[in-house]
């Protein structure tokens, strides 16, 4: 699955300063996702932007649903695992 993916590669930046420096990288080109993704591979992570995009509206809905009704509608963010991921990777030492 993708999150486990995302946290061996969050485990592994926060080891390997060139990593994590390169991660961020990606976040200046013209397709962010797509070569941020194409890096991951590049190291042996198996992560895609479907799978990104997948993985967070999951993670929404799935907290949607779990309010019995009452959560009718998301909070920003919560659906975006890339971003998520970056804000965990920035600021972690």
């Known amino acids: 699955m ?5 946290e061996r590669l969050l485990n592994a930046a926060r080891l390997d300063k060139t990593l994590k420096a390169e991660l961020i990288k990606t ?9 941020f993704c194409a ?3 590049r190291k042996g992570y198996n992560i895609t932007a ?9 993670n ?3 907290k949607l649903r779990s309010v019995n009704g009452g959560g009718v509608n998301p909070i920003d963010g919560w659906d975006d695992t890339y971003e998520q991921f970056f804000t965990e990777l920035i600021w972690c030492k």
């Open 39 to 41: 890096l991951c591979r």
């Open 60 to 62: 929404s809905d799935a």
């Open 27 to 35: 976040r200046d080109s013209d397709n962010p996702v797509e070569d």
């Open 50 to 58: 479907g799978e990104l995009f997948a993985s967070g509206q999951n």
């Open 2 to 6: 993708v999150e486990q993916e995302l």
